[in-house]
T-cell receptor
């Protein structure tokens, strides 16, 4: 089985621009979660999508949004980028996480730098 | 509220020695899963080991073992015979059904010294 893939791997953007990151989960997985990781704040949960619906959301401003397609692929969008949005964005997939054993499988991440 | 606490920001261990990374958790769910992930400098999170709240025995995976003390709500990771390649960030995480979310600790940076 192919693992979780994220594109692009690296991205440099300018303040005020917007960016879209993509995540393809493991085949058969319907849950996709997004995390932001920074040295200062650690790993922070952004949101989770399941069967094209946002099932859970972290405490991030509305500039951060996401969606999931019928094939479970997910995108996250950040509008009006700020310097503080520079981070490693990790995507994780799991089958549905309704069982405690249902682990999350992570992608390699997209490293976003905002200048 | 669900919470994972890792109190060791950084740890050092001599090569071939054992090391214990601490993790405590808080949840009111009777059924939950506890995980440890390793994150090398490349960034990818690698699953290491899982412990279910109803598991009677401590989980083991090769050189990794999980010291699960349910009454104390702790799930410490023990790495035996440390190797240089073990140098990385280590995250403890919990999958509790309440809130339907994976909860991560702040991580412990492990450095293995030759």
């Amino acid at each position: 089985k192919a693992g979780v893939t994220q594109t692009p791997r690296y991205l440099i953007k300018t303040r005020g621009q917007q960016v879209t990151l993509s995540c393809s989960p493991i085949s058969g997985h319907r849950s996709v979660s997004w995390y932001q990781q920074t040295p200062g704040q650690g790993l922070q949960f952004l949101f989770e999508y399941f069967s094209e619906t946002q099932r859970n959301k972290g405490n991030f401003p509305g500039r951060f949004s996401g969606r999931q397609f019928s094939n479970s692929r997910s995108e996250m969008n950040v509008s009006t980028l700020e310097l503080g949005d520079s981070a490693l964005y990790l995507c994780a997939s799991s089958s549905d996480r309704l069982e405690p054993r249902d682990e999350q499988y992570f992608g390699p991440g997209t490293r976003l730098t905002v200048t | 509220a669900q919470k994972i606490t890792q109190t060791q920001p950084g740890m050092f261990v001599q090569e071939k020695e054992a090391v214990t990374l601490d993790c405590t958790y808080d949840t009111s769910d009777p059924s939950y899963g506890l995980f440890w992930y390793k994150q090398p400098s490349s960034g990818e999170m690698i699953f290491l080991i899982y412990q279910g709240s109803y598991d009677q025995q401590n989980a083991t995976e090769g050189r990794y073992s999980l010291n699960f003390q349910k009454a104390r709500k702790s799930a410490n990771l023990v790495i035996s015979a440390s190797q240089l390649g073990d140098s990385a960030m280590y995250f403890c995480a919990m999958n509790a059904l309440t809130g339907n979310q994976f909860y991560f600790g702040t991580g412990t940076s492990l450095t293995v010294i030759p």
